[in-house]
C-alpha cells in the first residue's frame, strides 16, 4: 500500500484535549523551526468543537513549535501508522511565546517556585479511566479478574508508555465498573504534565487498536464511580536532595512544604476552575467518592484535597525522605495537565512567598463550574497568574462551555462527556 510517514505537532489546550496539526516527516527539520500554523482562537475551541466565544476573531497567525523532549514514536507494529507526535509551544511568528501558552504558563509557574525558594519540584500523574473492551461484572474492584480480563490492553498500553520514554509505575482494575487506572513515575514539572498527556494519548492510543475506547471524563456516568487525576509531588533543592519531609514537624512536613501547602488550600476553592474545569468535575467532587468536597490537607486519607502519602520505611530513612510526597486530589482530565499543574505550582509558590500558614478551617469547594468561575473572577492572584489576555480567554472559553450545556440532566451531560473525553 502506497503510504508516507507523517509527524504531528500539538498543544493539550483549554479543553484538556491535544490539538494541533501534520505534516510529512520529510518537512521535520524544517518544522523543528517554523513549527506549524496555528490561529489564536483556536485555543477558543470547546471541547465540544465548535468556538463558542472568542475574544480574538478569526484574525492572525501562530505556530506551534515542536520541542524535541516532548517527542513520541511509538510503533504498535500492527499495521497501524505509527504514533508520531510533538507536544510543542505555542508561538508568535516572530518565535517569542504567545502570551496564553499553556506550557509556558506552567513554566512562569515553575519560575515562580524558583524565585519563592530556590526550589524544583518534581511531579507524577495517577489517571484514572473507564476501557470499554471488558464486560461490566460483579466484584471487578482491584481483582485479579478484571486485570486479567482488559486482555493485552494493559500490555500495549504499558509497553507504549515506555517506548514513549515515560517511566510506567503501576496498571490497575480500580474501584468503578470498568474502571482502571494508570501511574508513571516522577520527573520535573513540565516533563510530568508532558508525560500526563502523552500516557493519556497513549492509551486513547492503544484502545483505539483493539477498536476499543477509554473514558477520561470525571463522571462518566451520573451514578457511577468517578474518574480523578491525582498529582503527586514534593520539593527538591538544586543539587537533588528531597526538601519535602520533616518527621519532627506536623504532618512531617518541612517548612517549606507546609507553606506550599498552605497556599494551595488558600487557593484552593478558586483553583478549580482550572484543575476541575468541566461541569462533570462538580458531579465528581461529591461525597462518599474519595474525591475531596472541600479545601483540606490530612495525613494518608483518600478523601482530602491535599493527601500527605505513606512512605515505606523498609528502604532506611534516604529511601523514607527521597518517597515522601503530597498527592493533590482535585484534578480530572478535562483540565490540561499544564494548567492544573501550573495552578498548583503557583498557589504553592504564593504560600511559600507569603510565608502561609495551614489554616484552622476547611473551606468548602465550589460544587458547580460556574461557581468555581466566580471564585477564580475574583482572584486577583490568578489574573495575574494567567495575565489579562489569557484569563479572559480562559473565562470566556468556560463560561461559554456552562452555558452550552445548562440544559442537559446529569444523566445526558455525563453521556455528553464521556463521548469526548
Ligand atoms: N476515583 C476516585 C477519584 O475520583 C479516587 C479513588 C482512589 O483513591 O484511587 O478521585
Ligand atoms: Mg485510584
Not at 514513549?164 to 487506572?181: K, N, T, V
Not at 451514578?223 to 518527621?247: C, M, Q, R, W, Y
Not at 503530597?326 to 498548583?344: H, M, N
Request: contains cysteine.
Amino acid at each position: 500500500m502506497l503510504r508516507e510517514d507523517l509527524t504531528f505537532v500539538g498543544t493539550c489546550d483549554i479543553a484538556g484535549l491535544v490539538r494541533g496539526k501534520g505534516f510529512p516527516s520529510t518537512e521535520l527539520p524544517t518544522r523543528r523551526k517554523v513549527g506549524i500554523g496555528w490561529t489564536h482562537s483556536n485555543l477558543m475551541q470547546t471541547c465540544f468543537g465548535p468556538i463558542l466565544d472568542t475574544p480574538f476573531g478569526t484574525a492572525g497567525d501562530l505556530m506551534i513549535v515542536p520541542d524535541p523532549s516532548a517527542e513520541v514514536h511509538v510503533d504498535f507494529r500492527d499495521g497501524s501508522a505509527p504514533e508520531h507526535f510533538f507536544l510543542g509551544d505555542i508561538c508568535n511568528t516572530d518565535g517569542t511565546s504567545w502570551e496564553c501558552c499553556v506550557r509556558a504558563f506552567l513554566r512562569r509557574a515553575i519560575d515562580a517556585l524558583n524565585e519563592a525558594c530556590g526550589l524544583e519540584l518534581l511531579a507524577a500523574f495517577e489517571q484514572e479511566f473507564v476501557y470499554t473492551g471488558v464486560e461490566d461484572v460483579p466484584g471487578h474492584a482491584y481483582s485479579l479478574n478484571a486485570f486479567r480480563r482488559q486482555g493485552i490492553f494493559g500490555e500495549m498500553l504499558i509497553a507504549a508508555i515506555r517506548a514513549a520514554s515515560i517511566h510506567p509505575d503501576s496498571f490497575l482494575a480500580e474501584y468503578g465498573p470498568r474502571q482502571y487506572e494508570m501511574t508513571v513515575g516522577p520527573d520535573s514539572a513540565l516533563a510530568a504534565a508532558d508525560a500526563a498527556v502523552i500516557s493519556r494519548e497513549m492509551a486513547r492510543g492503544a484502545a483505539f487498536r483493539l477498536e476499543n475506547r477509554v473514558i477520561f471524563s470525571p463522571m462518566p456516568v451520573a451514578d457511577g464511580a468517578g474518574n480523578g487525576v491525582h498529582i503527586h509531588f514534593s520539593l527538591h533543592n538544586a543539587s537533588g536532595k528531597p526538601e519535602t519531609s520533616d518527621p519532627a514537624a506536623p504532618l512531617g512536613l518541612s517548612t517549606v512544604a507546609a507553606r506550599f501547602a498552605a497556599g494551595v488550600l488558600h487557593h484552593l476553592p478558586a483553583l478549580c476552575a482550572v484543575t476541575a474545569p468541566s461541569p462533570v468535575s462538580y458531579l465528581r467532587l461529591t461525597p462518599n467518592r474519595w474525591a475531596p468536597t472541600v479545601a483540606d490537607l490530612k495525613l494518608q486519607d483518600r478523601g482530602a484535597a491535599l493527601r500527605v502519602c505513606p512512605v515505606f520505611e523498609a528502604g532506611g530513612e534516604e529511601s523514607r525522605q527521597a518517597q515522601f510526597n503530597l498527592e493533590f486530589r482535585v484534578c480530572d482530565a478535562a483540565a490540561s495537565p499544564y494548567l492544573a499543574l501550573g495552578a498548583l505550582v503557583f498557589a504553592g509558590a504564593d504560600g511559600v512567598a507569603r510565608q502561609m500558614e495551614i489554616p484552622e478551617t476547611e473551606t468548602a469547594l465550589p460544587t458547580s463550574l460556574n461557581a468555581a468561575l466566580d471564585l477564580m473572577d475574583a482572584s486577583t492572584a490568578m489574573k495575574t497568574w494567567f495575565g489579562p489576555v489569557f484569563f479572559e480567554a480562559y473565562m470566556r472559553h468556560k463560561r461559554s462551555e456552562v452555558v452550552y450545556v445548562a440544559d442537559l440532566s446529569e444523566t445526558e451531560l455525563c453521556a455528553r462527556y464521556a463521548q469526548i473525553y
